[in-house]
């Protein structure tokens, strides 16, 4: 029984971590989108 408990601790660690990139990657996108945009803007207005 204990094993199993384990093994549960190390999956729900597991899926929490993609769960965070899950996150993450939206995230990432509209930074780097924004830095994107605003470069670009910077270009334009000189």
């Not at 601790?9 to 996150?23: A, D, G």
Request: net charge positive; charged share 15%; no cysteine.
């Amino acid at each position: 029984m204990h094993h199993d408990i384990g093994a549960m601790e190390k999956f729900k660690k597991h899926w929490e971590i993609q769960h965070n990139w899950q996150l993450l990657f939206p995230f990432f996108g509209l930074v780097i989108l924004g830095y994107s945009a605003f470069k670009i803007s910077n270009g334009f207005f000189r």
